[in-house]
């Protein structure tokens, strides 16, 4: 992988004229010339845009939120339906203002139209809907909230914001840190008072919109705060101690292993060697104890996940650390945070939202998962491969370690193939065989479906029929996955006068560019290094020979990023197609984008590409 962070560089807006008095407006002051606005100036492409945005926030106390957008055309109207994430909500006041015979109509959203949904048990959401809402249109909302915690704010939206001011007050004893996203660069400046910080920001851009990111608001521009005692130092070493005092977590792994020794003593008998210990104990994790589908970073109480067998994914992963520990293997927990979460920026408490188990063997560090019974030794889900993790050592000590994947998963596919002229199709076998992360992911995906299966699937192809199909290992976590099965193309095959035409990829050819965005500023993600191999024989009819062959292609991209190979041969009265896709990186800098949309470019003309037999004469 190459390792880097994106930094999103934005121009800095001169600051000099700035005066927050001046900028601070009261509910309802909307101007004409507002009203009169077409678009924004800075960016005319957007169809909304936050004029002014003021939050006054005392920590863990009350939360005062004054919103004004601008809707220049119909696709802004989105922006008019509201929902309000807060309980405790305090003098809601909202409206929408047009402009009307040269004058400024307001409409407010009355009792009737805010409405109250119980999400959850603890939870309620407040929903509201702007009323008359045009092309044109400003909608204004005003509120205050009650006994509220939060940890981060957003200073970035979907829309660009004109005026922005932040100001975050700590009414608590000690110390309150506030930070902002590192890798995102901003126009706005912060004042730090004696017990207040302040953060104004004018033509804030919008989050862009793009595919292949692995969590977009690792890239949005957010304010972090974290409540802690006076004098305390918010370092990686203090985050680890924190851990490792924790009933629910360190001292969990302190506690003795009678419930299970004998279980594990007939388990491993005379088994010596290192790895197959660890690998023994993994598996007898994975399938004894029953994972409830839930998630967490910790666990109340270890030995009862043994006795119960059944826990979440905190309770087993522990255990597995202490079970590993017990017959003397390096074993430590490592915390996590998913995909979801978003990457780790500072050394805080709950910058992890989950623990897995790693383990040291002749030098190599392995990571475990001992909840999903699907994972081999050493694979834990792609949903956990988030950029580093802290390792928790038994000392208290630890190790902020850098999560990522090198080994490639693969798609091997081997089809032989016969055109048969009548129905003018193609029809053989094919064998593949998925490694690694491809193999999880069939195993993951074919486990949860309920009603379709593979060979369903398979047969949801256009014109694509499948019989006969047999697979070997899908149970088996720590091998390949091998399938085999015959299959029929209708109408595979095109016959204009006494030639025929065919595509060279049967079904794994690419119809159009997935990468077909016009400017990238985030970075790729594929998720895992690949490779894709195709190799395609195709039988030659009686009475027929090759006219034209699309041409061979070798395409690479920098560092070694990804290379792509195409090559027809023929032998006799067979033609063989090989293709490969191969990508040793799988987080991509954007900068790579155009090479990235170029190889693909080419995937697809090679897709659409065409071998011509012309009858002999």
């Given amino acids: 992988m190459i390792h880097f962070k994106l930094v999103v560089v934005v121009v800095f807006i001169c600051f000099q004229s700035w005066s927050v008095a001046g900028q601070e407006r009261k509910f309802g002051d909307v101007t004409i010339a507002e009203l009169e606005e077409?678009?924004?100036?800075?960016?005319?492409?957007?169809?909304?845009?936050?004029?002014?945005?003021?939050?006054?926030?005392?920590?863990?106390?009350?939360?005062?939120?004054?919103?004004?957008?601008?809707?220049?055309?119909?696709?802004?109207?989105?922006?008019?339906?509201?929902?309000?994430?807060?309980?405790?909500?305090?003098?809601?006041?909202?409206?929408?203002?047009?402009?009307?015979?040269?004058?400024?109509?307001?409409?407010?959203?009355?009792?009737?139209?805010?409405?109250?949904?119980?999400?959850?048990?603890?939870?309620?959401?407040?929903?509201?809907?702007?009323?008359?809402?045009?092309?044109?249109?400003?909608?204004?909302?005003?509120?205050?909230?009650?006994?509220?915690?939060?940890?981060?704010?957003?200073?970035?939206?979907?829309?660009?914001?004109?005026?922005?001011?932040?100001?975050?007050?700590?009414?608590?004893?000690?110390?309150?840190?506030?930070?902002?996203?590192?890798?995102?660069?901003?126009?706005?400046?912060?004042?730090?008072?004696?017990?207040?910080?302040?953060?104004?920001?004018?033509?804030?851009?919008?989050?862009?919109?793009?595919?292949?990111?692995t969590n977009v608001n690792n890239h949005r521009g957010k304010i972090l705060m974290q409540h802690h005692g006076t004098g305390y130092q918010q370092t990686w070493s203090n985050v680890a101690k924190s851990y490792a005092n924790a009933e629910w977590f360190g001292r969990q792994l302190k506690k003795g292993d009678a419930l299970y020794k004998k279980d594990l003593q007939q388990l491993l008998k005379d088994e010596?060697?290192?790895?197959?210990?660890?690998?023994?104990?993994?598996?007898?994790?994975?399938?004894?104890?029953?994972?409830?589908?839930?998630?967490?970073?910790?666990?109340?109480?270890?030995?009862?996940?043994?006795?119960?067998?059944?826990?979440?994914?905190?309770?087993?992963?522990?255990?597995?650390?202490?079970?590993?520990?017990?017959?003397?293997?390096?074993?430590?927990?490592?915390?996590?945070?998913?995909?979801?979460?978003?990457?780790?920026?500072?050394?805080?408490?709950?910058?992890?939202?989950?623990?897995?188990?790693?383990?040291?063997?002749?030098?190599?560090?392995?990571?475990?998962?001992?909840?999903?019974?699907?994972?081999?030794?050493?694979?834990?889900?792609?949903?956990?491969?988030?950029?580093?993790?802290?390792?928790?050592?038994?000392?208290?000590s630890h190790l902020l370690y850098?999560?990522?994947?090198?080994?490639?998963?693969?798609?091997?596919?081997?089809?032989?193939?016969?055109?048969?002229?009548?129905?003018?199709?193609?029809?053989?076998?094919?064998k593949r065989r998925l490694t690694n992360y491809q193999a999880l992911n069939h195993r993951e995906f074919y486990q949860d479906l309920k009603e379709e299966t593979y060979e369903e699937s398979l047969n949801d192809i256009d014109l694509f029929e499948v019989e006969n199909l047999e697979t070997k290992d899908v149970d088996n976590p720590d091998k390949p996955i091998s399938i085999a099965f015959d299959f029929t193309h209708s109408d595979y095959v095109e016959k204009i006068g006494e030639k025929l035409y065919f595509e060279p990829l049967l079904i794994w050819g690419l119809k159009e560019n997935k990468f077909n965005e016009e400017n990238r500023l985030y970075p790729i993600d594929l998720e895992y290094p690949s490779t894709l191999k195709y190799i395609i024989n195709y039988t030659i009819p009686d009475g027929y020979a090759i006219e034209s062959l699309p041409e061979a292609k070798m395409v690479k991209m920098e560092e070694g990023i990804s290379a792509l190979q195409f090559n027809i041969q023929q032998r006799a009265n067979q033609l063989q197609v090989i293709f490969s896709l191969e990508f040793k990186h799988y987080l991509i800098p954007a900068n790579y984008y155009p090479a990235l949309q170029a190889l693909y470019g080419e995937f697809v003309k090679i897709s659409k590409s065409k071998i011509v037999l012309s009858k002999i004469k």
Wanted: proline letters at 3%; aromatic letters at 10%.
């Fill in 38 to 213: 077409k678009a924004d100036e800075v960016f005319p492409e957007v169809p909304a845009a936050i004029l002014y945005r003021d939050i006054d926030f005392a920590y863990g106390n009350a939360l005062k939120v004054h919103e004004r957008i601008k809707i220049y055309n119909s696709d802004g109207f989105e922006y008019s339906d509201w929902i309000i994430r807060f309980d405790n909500i305090r003098g809601l006041k909202a409206a929408t203002y047009n402009l009307v015979d040269g004058k400024i109509e307001t409409v407010k959203v009355s009792k009737d139209g805010i409405f109250k949904e119980e999400v959850s048990e603890d939870e309620e959401i407040s929903k509201l809907t702007f009323p008359r809402v045009t092309k044109g249109s400003i909608i204004e909302i005003k509120y205050k909230v009650t006994f509220i915690g939060l940890s981060e704010f957003y200073s970035q939206s979907s829309l660009p914001i004109k005026y922005q001011r932040f100001k975050i007050y700590n009414g608590y004893s000690g110390s309150l840190s506030i930070r902002q996203n590192q890798y995102v660069k901003l126009p706005i400046r912060r004042v730090d008072e004696a017990t207040s910080s302040l953060f104004i920001g004018e033509d804030i851009p919008p989050l862009n919109k793009e595919n292949f990111v």
């Fill in 272 to 396: 010596a060697d290192t790895l197959a210990i660890a690998k023994k104990i993994d598996r007898y994790v994975k399938e004894t104890i029953e994972w409830d589908q839930g998630y967490s970073r910790g666990s109340e109480y270890v030995k009862t996940i043994y006795r119960d067998k059944k826990g979440d994914s905190g309770d087993i992963n522990l255990l597995l650390v202490h079970m590993l520990r017990s017959v003397g293997l390096k074993a430590d927990p490592i915390l996590v945070a998913t995909k979801r979460k978003g990457w780790v920026m500072y050394p805080q408490v709950n910058a992890f939202n989950m623990v897995l188990a790693t383990i040291k063997i002749n030098g190599k560090r392995y990571l475990l998962d001992g909840s999903q019974k699907n994972a081999a030794f050493g694979q834990v889900p792609l949903r956990y491969i988030n950029d580093k993790g802290l390792i928790i050592f038994e000392d208290g």
């Fill in 402 to 430: 850098p999560i990522a994947l090198k080994k490639q998963s693969a798609i091997t596919s081997i089809a032989n193939a016969t055109l048969n002229l009548e129905e003018l199709s193609v029809s053989g076998t094919v």
